[in-house]
């Protein structure tokens, strides 16, 4: 079984900049492909950026260039550092573990954190 915790959402104006990070606990974590997904009220959640256990990145391009993912398997840490922030970025963001491909999530969800973009 896997934990995903979420931190560091919040409101920010546009053109700034959060943090977000991804604690998980649990079996073989740093194997697993993790990735952060967002969700709008009245839309279907979106995958963001993806890494693998070796590092490799992928990222959606709403986002590319923006976004950057990255992760600390010796802290089983996943950041994903959001610059650039524009007002449709306002969504729920997800952390994900366990995904196989790009596109299919994983099993495992944290509980969500609030990112607001408003000025």
């Known amino acids: 079984q896997v934990q995903l915790v979420e931190s560091g959402g919040g409101l920010v104006q546009p053109g700034g900049s959060l943090r977000l990070s991804c604690v998980a606990s649990?079996?073989?974590?740093?194997?697993?492909?993790m990735g952060w997904y967002r969700q709008a009220p009245g839309k279907q959640r979106e995958l963001l950026a993806a890494?693998?256990?070796?590092?490799?990145?992928n990222y959606a391009d709403s986002v590319r260039g923006r976004f950057t993912i990255s992760r600390d398997n010796a802290k089983n840490t996943v950041v994903l550092q959001m610059n650039s922030l524009k007002p449709e970025d306002t969504a729920v963001y997800y952390c994900?573990?366990?995904?196989?491909?790009?596109?299919?999530?994983?099993?495992?969800w944290g509980q969500g954190t609030q990112v607001t973009v408003s000025s």
């Open positions: 649990g079996s073989i974590v740093s194997t697993y492909v």
């Open positions: 994900n573990a366990g995904s196989t491909a790009w596109g299919i999530a994983g099993d495992y």
């Open positions: 890494i693998t256990g070796g590092g490799n990145t």
